[in-house]
């Protein structure tokens, strides 16, 4: 009996140390978090800092000015250049027929060999992919998709930019609004 009661008051002694511990661990890490969430809630106010945020976002936007000018003007190139080769294939398409038939073609002509050609192709694809060919949402497919080719990860950077503009006129602001920019401009 006195080793069941010696044995149960070192088990009550070592949990309330465990629980002790455990207390002062969570104490400790509040603490630490509280100190972090106030330097990151922290705003820096030095006027040195804030100058070279600025000058670091105007290289930034002008870089992303570039880069979305030069993205530019290849998809504008890209685009008409697509469709110029869509339109190449067509007409290939139909001087291939009018050679292969060797007739003088009227409009009627034309438009039964280009559904014919459509056709054909809706049937090649159902059998190699089995997705019947929509001529019209392919058509509405290749503006997207020679975008997303052209822009790749810069798809977005319109907005970027807006963004980093709008962060750097904030900054310009708090730059003629510093206490110290002011005091600067006094002494003199």
């Known amino acids: 009996m006195k080793k069941i009661k010696k044995l149960l008051t070192w088990i009550v002694i070592s949990l ?3 629980f002790g511990l455990f207390f002062i661990f969570y104490i400790i890490h509040l603490i630490i978090e509280e100190q ?6 922290k705003e820096p106010f030095d006027l040195k800092f804030l100058r070279h945020k600025s000058n670091r976002l105007k290289v930034l936007v002008d870089k992303k000015k570039k880069t979305k000018w030069w993205r530019d003007l290849l998809f504008k190139l890209v685009y008409p250049s697509a469709r110029l080769f869509m339109v190449g294939v067509l007409g290939y398409y139909l001087y291939c027929a009018k050679y ?45 998709s020679l975008e997303t ?40």
């Open 149 to 188: 080719w052209v822009y790749g990860k810069y798809l977005g950077i319109g907005n970027a930019i807006e963004m980093n503009e709008s962060e750097l006129e904030e900054l310009e602001n708090n730059i003629k609004n510093h206490p110290e920019n002011s005091q600067i401009k006094k002494a003199p």
């Open 100 to 144: 292969y038939f060797d007739t003088t073609p009227d409009l009627g002509d034309y438009l039964t060999w280009l559904a014919a050609g459509a056709f054909l192709i809706s049937v090649a694809l159902f059998l190699l992919i089995g997705v019947p060919f929509n001529l019209i949402s392919t058509l509405q497919k290749v503006k997207p």
């Open 36 to 41: 972090k969430r106030k330097k990151l809630t």
């Open 16 to 18: 309330a140390v465990i």
